[in-house]
């Protein structure tokens, strides 16, 4: 088998990684060892380090990593080579007799259906190879690569970062493991930047922050579906205005459908046999089942066949904002940006095909203006048909065409293709989009389908009478509104812009002789549609600033008692920048023209 390295990942880094993560593995074993049985999972290089998964006689401590830490360098520094052997299964099963989870995957390398991580092989002919790796004492089941020999990885460029739990292959049914993340680089400088970056991560982490800025809790009753507190759907509530107000600026109308549909529209639609793992069904009785909807597309095909269309009638737009549910597994779940339950900016646009590039760069123009009002940017990753695809190969070279040639006037420079990332119903192109510290999120996808609306029956008659099937554009900008606002809470540190603040002024009386003038204040600024509270709390004036500017409010309105005689406010800006007194209406005019421009402050 040769060795892999996954496609984007720097091959030396790759090997770093995987060998790291071997020595740890040896450091382990001398750690643990004498206390009790070590059993060894797997250990692979991930985005940034790698990790290893262990069975271990008792909890690892922060003391034990730095031990592990020390014992790595000393191991990288006695230069080891790293040795491969291709091994029978038999041999295999003797070398790792004392090893349960390494017997699972020699069982399924045996029987040529599962891979080294215990992943269906695609493919497979038989058995595949089976290969162990040795340095030092330490012998691996391992496919590679690796680095030549311990000596080529930098003790100064490596870090034991954290430990923590993890089930057995992912799966919560079965054993859960103690899993070790470290990092390696090539210097010292990488290191060091990378954990800064890290830091700064963890700061900004949408979780602790959500919680903070009372956005939104999520409860074990509910995994994977979050609770949006009053302020967080004050947040969620603009998000979805901003997108209904733009959209029906452009001929978009919006419609709703039943989230519990029977299983025969999932059929027909194809996803109940190429997306029911991820979908919750629910058995009604022996004759009847239904599921959750995870996406709206075969409700709008519902909605189109409706009646007999025209081509006048195309480009037809509809638009979704229906809550949609898909069943993830417990271990890929995270706060904001993987949930179970959520909503997106959801259209489908039906097109005759000789108006698929225009409406592109419709859709094109209006991704434009949204990610603008965030000060985001965005490239583009075109992804074609893999396996199980529907249809025919002859539809889909055409559609896979047709969207390469709109992304090369649309988004020249600003794509990339990945073969085989398509949906199974056609090409898709996903937006990348970064944030402040440079990482990359897929957020909105726009997709190119011949196959649903044929599946559908979906009709128009075109300009000579005849019947033809038109092509569909699936696109959501946002995409999950849960998953945008999770990023944008991170690319943000919470301060989010003026205009989508969930508070965007606090007034403070500086006793309780200003809180009367205050409440009259923020009557005022409600009347202008500006959200804006009065913290009327026994608190000092200091303390309620401080709190305002953890809350991220973009304006502190200070009252003493001049402001209230004057009809002033003293204007204070979360930054901690003084913009001294202003008339009340003064402040209002201001406050809104940034909303109105989409400005920060």
């Known amino acids: 088998m040769a060795e892999i390295v996954p496609k984007g990942y720097d091959p030396e880094l790759y090997r770093m990684r995987h060998s790291a993560a071997h020595v740890m593995a040896q450091a382990v074993r001398e750690r643990f060892g004498t206390e009790g049985a070590v059993h060894f999972a797997g250990g692979p290089p991930i985005e940034h380090g790698f990790y290893y998964d262990f069975a271990l006689p008792r909890t690892v401590e922060p003391e034990d990593l730095a031990w592990i830490e020390a014992r790595m360098k000393e191991i990288i520094a006695s230069d080891h080579p790293f040795e491969v052997a291709e091994v029978s299964a038999d041999e295999a099963r003797r070398i790792f007799a004392d090893q349960p989870f ?50 080529q990885l930098n003790p100064e460029a490596l870090k034991l970062l954290s430990s923590a739990g993890a089930y057995w292959r992912g799966d919560e049914r079965r054993p859960m493991l103690q899993r070790i993340y470290g990092t390696i680089w090539r210097t010292k400088e990488e290191l060091d930047k990378y954990l800064w970056a890290r830091e700064e991560a963890e700061r900004r ?54 989230l519990l549909n029977e299983k025969t529209l999932w059929e027909t639609s194809g996803h109940w046999e190429h997306y029911q793992e991820n979908m919750f069904v629910v058995p009604v009785d022996e004759h009847r089942t239904f599921g959750l909807k995870p996406m709206n597309c075969p409700n709008a ?51 005759t095909e000789e108006q698929i590039p225009d409406e592109f760069g419709r859709v094109f123009e209006l991704a434009n203006l949204i990610y603008d009002a965030f000060g985001l940017s965005y490239t583009i990753r075109i992804g074609t048909r893999g396996e199980g695809f529907l249809g025919d190969a002859e539809t889909w070279d055409r559609a896979e065409s047709t969207l390469i040639a709109v992304a090369d006037r649309y988004m020249a420079g600003k794509y990339r293709v990945e073969q085989g990332e398509g949906a199974f119903y056609g090409p898709k192109a996903d937006i990348l989009m970064q944030d402040a510290l440079g990482r990359e999120w897929q957020l909105g996808t726009i997709q190119l389908d011949f196959q649903l609306p044929r ?23 946002f995409g999950s509104l849960e998953r945008f606002i999770g990023v944008l809470i991170e690319h943000t540190a919470g301060a989010f812009p003026v205009w989508l603040a969930p508070v965007q002024a606090v ?65 204070r800006l979360r930054t901690g920048e003084n913009l001294g007194e202003q008339p009340v209406d003064v402040f209002v005019s201001r406050a809104l023209q940034v909303v109105q421009d989409r400005q920060g402050l």
Request: aromatic share 6%; with cysteine.
């Open 102 to 151: 390494k017997i699972e995957l020699i069982e399924g390398l045996a029987s040529g259906h599962l891979d080294e991580d215990g992943n269906p092989r695609e493919g497979a002919a038989g058995p595949a190879r089976i290969t162990t790796y040795q340095h030092d004492s330490f012998r691996d089941l391992c496919q590679g690569p690796h680095v030549e020999r311990t000596g």
């Open 205 to 258: 982490d949408h979780r602790r922050l959500g919680k903070e800025l009372e956005l939104i809790h999520f409860e074990p009753s509910a995994p994977g579906m979050p609770y949006w507190l009053p302020k967080g759907t004050r947040l969620f509530n603009t998000l979805l205005e901003f997108s209904r107000r733009e959209h029906a600026a452009r001929g978009y109308q919006e419609m709703m459908a039943p």
């Open 455 to 477: 599946r559908f029956g979906c009709k128009y008659v075109d300009k000579d009478g005849s019947e033809k099937t038109p092509a569909v554009i699936h696109r959501a900008l």
């Open 507 to 571: 007034l403070i009386p500086v006793t309780d002789g200003q809180v009367e003038y205050c409440q009259e204040v923020a009557r005022t600024l409600e009347a202008r549609d500006l959200r804006v509270e009065v913290d009327d709390s026994s608190e000092r004036m200091q303390n309620k600033i401080r709190q305002a500017q953890l809350q991220k409010v973009p304006y502190m309105l200070v009252v003493g008692k001049r402001e209230a005689a004057a009809g002033t406010v003293a204007v």
């Open 301 to 351: 095909m519902v909605v189109f066949r409706l009646k007999k269309r025209s081509y006048r009638d195309l480009p037809y737009r509809l638009s979704h904002m229906d809550v949609l549910h898909r069943n993830e597994r417990s271990g890929t779940m995270h706060g904001l940006l993987r949930v179970q339950k959520f909503q997106q900016d959801d259209s489908h646009i039906f097109v």
